[in-house]
């Protein structure tokens, strides 16, 4: 992948080395905020709220906005209680000629009063993700219920097969997965492991001997005898942002929607994990090449930048792979894009 991505990552990569500060101030009522000539989002979230890492939200939840880079002189910014709303005021056709005019100067700071701001967070909505396994060993499965019943639901006592028992107490909770298809990563051809898919999670109830009785518990799908048992992780429903310690390089191996195209709010899956450094929080920019075109001056083998697609933060982190949510998308993104993280 190229290291020149676009503008914009070069200047995300400067706003990454200043590092992260909690957000320790607030304007006490309502401001509204002219942008000006040399304005970024992480700028603006710094001055006003000493949070550069405010502008994921930012972006995120403003549609008009398509790069994190491109805001307009004449956008309007409204500072309250520690967050900031984007009112764009340019009139349409204005747009080119904005971007076209150099961008030098810095808006002055607002005066601010100090006050306490709680930690820039994202939230996602929660819900079952489920996982790619790539050679991790369940740690049971279930092999029989108290009754004769083929499916199983809530509130279900069933018994389980531990792999070891005595490290098993009652209390545990562990989650709850079917084995699905198989994930054949989209660059290599090369099979990558298969689809988990979260089924609930339960709790065990008692133990006798190498007999392990448990009680199952919120379930999302129908639940079999054979289901294999993995750590529970708890839905997560806010993300604390998080910088990455390692630049890191991968891409979407496969998508929790069952649908071709994936956008803003969806779950993808990456071949990037604990073992790379990838953990919850920290955000990945998607991207594809871009090629000459045929009526292209350049030689067909220049490397151009490629282009942005979107945004999205890791949710759940294991071994080898990673879940992330979309939480930002200005075109169509594909099973197979390239995922990029952005250290110091």
């Known amino acids: 992948m190229t290291k020149q991505i676009c503008t914009w990552l070069s200047l995300l990569t400067l706003m990454l080395t200043m590092g992260f500060a909690l957000p320790t101030f607030a304007l006490e009522q309502e401001q509204t905020y002219i942008i000006k000539k040399g304005d970024t989002l992480w700028g603006i979230s710094e001055r006003f709220i000493n949070d550069p890492y405010y502008w994921p939200n930012l972006w995120a939840n403003n549609p008009d906005i398509t790069n994190p880079h491109l805001i307009y002189p004449g956008d309007e910014i409204r500072i309250f209680g520690g967050r900031m709303v984007l009112v764009p005021t340019y009139p349409s056709g204005k747009v080119a000629e904005q971007q076209e005019t150099p961008v030098t100067e810095t808006a002055p700071a607002a005066k601010v009063k100090p006050a306490v701001v ?35 639901t809530e509130g279900d006592t069933v018994f389980l097969k531990m792999n070891d028992p005595a490290v098993v107490s009652v209390g545990d909770t562990y989650g709850l997965y079917e084995r699905g298809e198989k994930v054949i990563h989209p660059t290599t051809g090369e099979s990558y492991g298969n689809m988990m898919h979260d089924l609930g999670y339960l709790q065990v109830t008692s133990l006798q001997g190498k007999i392990v009785t448990a009680k199952i518990g919120k379930v999302f799908r129908e639940v079999e005898r054979g289901a294999e048992l993995y750590d529970y992780v708890p839905p997560v429903m806010e993300i604390s942002l998080k910088k990455a310690k390692n630049e890191l390089e991968g891409h979407i191996l496969a998508t929790q929607a069952e649908k071709l195209t994936q956008g803003q709010h969806d779950v993808v899956f990456v071949d990037l994990g604990l073992e790379d450094g990838l953990n919850v929080g920290n955000m990945l920019y998607i991207t594809r090449p871009r090629t000459v075109t045929e009526k292209s001056l350049l030689t067909p083998d220049t490397q151009l930048p490629d282009d942005l697609l979107g945004a999205a933060v890791i949710i759940e982190s294991r071994a080898k792979t990673a879940a992330a949510l979309i939480v930002k998308s200005v075109k169509t993104i594909y099973r197979g894009d390239q995922v990029l993280s952005i250290t110091e």
Do not use: M, Y
Not at 125 to 136: L, Y
């Open 118 to 152: 709680e930690k820039t967070t994202l939230k996602t909505g929660g819900g079952s993700e489920g996982f790619i396994h790539a050679g991790e060993k369940p740690l049971g499965i279930i092999v029989d219920s108290v009754d004769n019943r083929s499916l199983l």
